[in-house]
């Protein structure tokens, strides 16, 4: 991880906002909030993230990088340095730095609602303030870190939701009860994430609503962050897994033989020994996904595997049928279709047609939200169960929705089309923004004051005013605790506001001083079904 002087984690106007803010201000509030959604789909954003950002940050980054392992006069040097060299000499105060490394520790109090909870736009999710009177420039100093750090987990919690809600539906439908959901889908994004950093965040957030993943150090991340232990719970699961390099050398060489051979030389023969193997040899004991499109898909399947059967109904396991290419929503039903006529299977107790327990179809390219709802969608068409299949979600469906939008042209026509909308910190025009500060005179009188925006530009243009922050403290509470409505009331005080709020202390005085488990995240997250 790149280390530098912890105060340094910020946009540069934020080194000198100290020095404007008016004098005498003791305390200031600040809400993190999701102010609109560009994505038609979401109406809500679910809370995640913030504990690992207060252990990986607020405390180890800063008491390795400025408090507990560096001297004072280090710490307010490389500071000084960078601010001066690149913003001129004279501008910043450097002493606020010095007292703050005296202080030993962030003077900052942290509430926020429970983690896996789905906040509705415009509601505050947390709030920042200070606990020393002579810090309140702090919490804004720290806007540019945390609007970094936490728009993307909450985005990544929110697809595996959205893809959790689309499960549900259709194993409610056709689906026995005791099917669990939680192996429905599993994330491979790491390859194509944004770094380690984001495949950890992008992966945490999918387990919240699912237990398959590809990304192996997600499961550590989990641990550390998140009081889980993969000994005694299902933290994430991992697939035995073939991929092309297998298949595709397993193919060109025969090690039996010692033989070579060249691609238009393959002869089929070769697929079926090793898939032979894998079922006998190598995994006799252990469910497998095999990828069978290397050479031609529908020659595995339809001719390949029936001579195989024998020894599929016989494995201890089951045998996944994996495509991966073609379109995926054609290529998995129809693989579906095709394992029932030569496997067989039941029917459950909606009704529905369930492979043999040996065998399923598997694919996991180009799945998004609405081609997983088609391909369940088929399935019930045609009377097969959603458990049929097992998808796999990559990198796309991380960082990028596909929705069709609608183009006037201002003639007498409009067309649609399917457009890409990227995710973003825009996504849910997520800001911080200061909403309350407390003034003390050199006689001990406080003054409370509601500190907001109300852009006039942003109200003429018609946009919804959604720049307008809130006015004061916000309480958040419930509008029907029955169906998990939650809304709020701001012009409070902060002890007004915490008086009767869902908000709770999480981080204080550089110290977590509630901790959740991932297990309480996803009950919160999943109604306790998860």
Known sequence: MFRTNALLLKDFYKAIHCELLPKGMTKSVSYYTPRMSRVRIWDGVVNFGLQAFCKTYLIDYFNENLFNNRPEDEVVEEYRH?????MGKGIADFEKVRNLHRLGYLPIEIVSLPEGMVVPIHCPIFGVTNTHPDFAWLGQALESLISAEMWYPMICATVGHSYREVVNKWYDKTCDDNVPRRRALGNFDFRGDQGLDAALKAGAGWCLSFVNSATVPVVPYLEQNYN???????????????????????????????????????????????????????????????????????????????????????????????????DCVKVVTETV??????????????????????????????????????IYQILEENGFAAQNVSLGVGSFSMHCIE??????????????????????????????????AEFTDENGNVSKVPVYKDPKTDRDAGGGNFKKSQKGCCAVNWRDKWTKKITYVDGLTWDEAMEDTLMETVFKDGKLVKETSLAEVRSMLNDGKF
């Open 82 to 86: 960078y601010i001066e060299l690149t």
């Open 228 to 326: 889980c232990d993969c000994e005694k719970e299902e933290v994430a699961f991992g697939a035995v897994s073939t991929e092309h390099f297998v298949m595709c050398s397993n193919s060109a060489y025969d090690t039996d033989a010692n033989a070579l051979y060249e691609y238009e030389d393959i002869d089929p023969h070769r697929e079926r020994v090793f898939l032979r193997k894998l079922l006998t040899e190598y995994y006799p004991k252990t469910s497998f996904s095999c990828v069978c499109d290397s050479y031609d898909y529908w020659n595995v399947v339809n001719n390949i595997l029936p001579t195989l059967k024998k020894e599929i109904l016989e494995h201890d396991g089951c045998f996944l049928v994996r495509g991966d290419s073609g």
């Open 337 to 374: 279709f095709r394992l029932w006529d030569i496997f067989g299977g039941t029917v459950n107790s909606k009704g529905y047609k369930v492979l043999d327990p040996h065998v399923k179809a598997l694919y996991g390219d180009s799945i998004t939200i609405q081609r997983a709802d088609k």
């Open 403 to 436: 929705e069709e939008v609608e183009h006037d042209l201002g003639l007498d026509y409009a067309f649609k089309e399917n457009a890409l909308l990227p995710f973003t910190r825009d996504t849910f025009g997520v800001a911080i923004k200061a909403v309350y």
